[in-house]
């Protein structure tokens, strides 16, 4: 069983940034980020490969947020810049074992517990 802790979420104001890191217990292969906003379904956001080669973003964040993993550190790190309001959310961290779709939530094997991010306007 691997557990993922998130950390780094906070209050930022729009035009903002925040670093969440992710570490994990254990070795994993795909790592990514979702967030869920109050009344909504939990979505994509960014994930990254195990070699760090390959990564994929949603549209709404690409170009503003970077995902990137330690391998070393068993950790993944989703930089968040020119925050928005509607970036606003709880952003989980998960992962998987084994190859898998990068964007189906279904797919992933572990998740974190969530830490909310809130950019006011």
């Known amino acids: 069983q691997v557990q993922l802790v998130e950390s780094g979420g906070g209050l930022v104001q729009a035009g903002g940034s925040l670093r969440l890191s992710c570490a994990a217990s254990?070795?994993?292969?795909?790592m990514g980020w979702f967030r869920q906003a109050p009344g909504k379904e939990r979505e994509f956001v960014a994930a990254?490969?195990?070699?760090?080669?390959?990564?994929y973003y949603a549209d709404s964040v690409k170009g503003r947020f970077t995902i990137s993993r330690d391998n070393t550190k068993n950790t993944v790190y989703l930089q968040m810049n020119s925050l928005k309001p509607e970036d606003t959310a709880v952003y989980y961290c998960?992962?998987?074992?084994?190859?898998?779709?990068?964007?189906?939530?279904?797919?992933?094997?572990?998740w974190g517990q969530g830490t909310q991010v809130t950019v006011s306007s």
């Open positions: 990254i490969s195990r070699s760090g080669g390959f990564t």
């Open positions: 998960a992962a998987t074992l084994g190859l898998a779709s990068m964007t189906d939530r279904n797919q992933y094997n572990y």
């Open positions: 254990g070795r994993t292969n795909i």
